[in-house]
């Protein structure tokens, strides 16, 4: 194979290979190699490798049959290989899901196919965009942030991305395909490109890196910078030209250069450049304001003036070495602004690297995530705690219950559910209205949480509903018996002191039922439906008094 376009298929982030109707694999890139872990040598033919890639046999054939047919129709039909979505076996075990493509490198040669297999099993930002296209090998090729084209021994066009095509003044590849120079945009300089098609394939030599005018669909001139190397047979004849370039109109202007780029690294977002040492080179005005560091104060520090204290030194451990083995690192993390204020923010940092793999710098960009994070904290009080009085409702009553059982299993202290509701609520909000029984509510939650120890549980059900959970009253039933009551005892004076709402005095009571629990024996659910039936046996004896349950 050329080295030109072992180089160019190499450089591609994605797994090709090139193989023959022999299942000879002539040629595997290196993103083959990292990312099924297989060496050329493991797998010389495909005979060798499809029992490695699918080991169950069934799967194997299904795979087979489709790629076969698929093969079949593109040969019989000249329309592009139809993209196959599977699952294969890397070197380590690991199975991945790939969509796998293929399409003849040239017109003839002779079963030689350009194999990609796109690994779709972790999908980042730039997969939405691969997604959306017609086909995986099409899509791959979009990817190249150059225009790129291919030619059979005519001129012809074989094939070429989207953005060559917008260029010859087509929606399309398809609309290229088939064409010559002459009959797309840049017609008056066909001559030209033909006599340089001409030279790669007679000297069989690669013509890089060479500048050349090109006129758009809108009349403009751009100047290009093309690449153009020969496609071979296996005879090694040339039977085609194989072509990218690059718009480099804008880069004969270095001061427009320089504008674009520090436009684009003012964004919003928080940015920072340092060298390989970590030491800052350069800030954006949205760090500034982010961090209140003026870039004067932060060039020629070391990122750790924004430490929080609030990661141990593992967690930059392993931030650094993911970083320098993977070149890129992102995750929330808490820093500190230079008032002091501890925030939450998402990082992004890239590793630089130079030609020879070495890093040379870091860049990172910050995105303050207080609002989101606040607004995540709000959605986890509003599933654990009452909105109106801020006590836990019942999903949170039921997790410290069932600790508190566990607890008492534990330690052989008895523990109390009592469970209350005001006297006469109904007539409040039917007579004075909502609003003054969610005062009174309110008043009543508080009053109850200040009648009980620091560590008991005080939870509202709903309506005028209370539960409170008493724990470690003592090991002996009749002690715990005599706390639990004189706890009650007290609730209740509390909750029959007037209230004052709205300006006016109200007289107020409840009613409660207690049950003492002893281990992890009794159900959340019993527990409760005890108290309750106990409630309402205070209510039946006048109200504003409490019923014990000796049941269970």
């Known amino acids: 194979m050329d080295p030109c376009i072992r180089n160019l298929i190499d450089a591609i982030p994605v797994p090709m290979a090139l193989n023959d109707d022999a299942q000879n694999i002539i040629f595997l890139n290196q993103a083959f190699v990292q990312t099924f872990g ?98 995986v090998l099409q899509s791959i090729i979009e990817t190249i942030p150059m225009r790129v084209f291919w030619k059979d021994s005519e001129s012809r066009y074989l094939g070429c991305n989207v953005a060559f095509a917008a260029d010859a003044g087509k929606s399309g590849a398809a609309e290229v395909v088939g064409q010559v120079d002459s009959q797309l945009a840049w017609h008056d300089q066909a001559d030209l490109y033909r006599a340089d098609d001409r030279q790669v394939m007679a000297t069989g030599a690669p013509k890089l890196g060479y500048e050349e005018p090109q006129t758009t669909p809108s009349g403009e001139l751009i100047w290009l910078r093309t690449s153009k190397v020969p496609l071979r047979n296996l005879e090694h004849e040339p039977i085609g ?58 060039i020629g520090q070391l990122p750790n003036i924004l430490k929080s204290g609030r990661h141990k030194i593992e967690f930059y451990q392993e931030m650094w070495a993911e970083l320098v083995k993977e070149g890129h ?44 994070k606040a607004a995540e904290e709000e959605i986890r009080y509003l599933a654990f705690y009452d909105p109106l009085t801020s006590l836990p409702n019942r999903r949170l009553l039921t997790d410290r219950l069932r600790h508190a059982l566990i607890a008492s299993s534990r330690n052989g202290f008895y523990g109390a559910v009592m ?49 409170v959970v008493l724990e470690d009253l003592h090991v002996e039933r009749l002690v715990a018996l005599g706390k639990a009551s004189t706890v009650g005892d007290k609730i209740l004076e509390a909750l029959r002191q007037p209230y004052s709402l709205q300006g006016e005095k109200y007289a107020g ?9 002893l281990g992890a024996e009794d159900s959340f659910e019993s527990l409760l439906r005890r108290a309750d039936t106990a409630m309402y046996e205070a209510k039946k004896n006048g109200r504003d008094t409490w019923w014990m349950s000796f049941e269970g």
């Open 38 to 135: 297989y060496q050329p040598e493991d797998i010389p033919t495909l005979a060798e490798w499809w029992p490695k890639a699918y080991p169950d046999p069934a799967y194997r054939q299904s795979v087979a049959d489709a790629w076969q047919n698929r093969l079949e129709q593109a040969r019989a039909s000249g329309a592009p290989f139809e993209p196959l979505e599977v699952k294969i076996h890397s070197k380590n075990g690991q199975v991945k899901t790939i969509v796998a493509g293929a399409a003849p490198v040239g017109a003839s040669l002779q079963g030689i196919h350009l194999v990609t297999l796109y690994d779709i099993s972790e999908r980042v930002t730039a997969m939405n965009e691969l997604a959306e296209a017609r086909n």
């Open 241 to 298: 030209v194989l072509g990218v370039y690059e718009d480099i109109t804008a880069m004969k202007s270095a001061e427009l250069e320089m504008r674009i780029a520090a436009v684009a690294f003012e964004s919003q977002q928080g940015m920072l450049i340092t060298d390989a040492d970590g030491r800052i080179l350069r800030v954006n005005r949205a760090f500034t304001r982010l961090t209140g560091y003026l870039a004067e104060e932060a």
């Open 419 to 467: 469970f209350l509701d005001l006297d006469n609520f109904k007539q409040v909000n039917d007579s004075l209205g909502h609003d003054v029984g969610d005062e009174l509510l309110i008043e009543a939650a508080r009053r109850l949480q200040a009648a009980v120890r620091e560590g008991d549980t005080v939870a509202r059900l709903g309506g005028d509903e209370f539960v």
């Open 509 to 517: 009571s409840a009613s409660m039922g207690i049950v003492l629990f």
């Open 329 to 372: 690192w992102q995750g929330e993390i808490w820093n500190r602004r230079k008032s002091g204020e501890i925030y939450p923010e998402w990082l992004t940092i890239s590793a630089v690297r130079n030609p020879e793999g070495k890093i040379t710098n870091f860049i990172g960009s910050y995105t303050d995530i207080t609002e989101q």
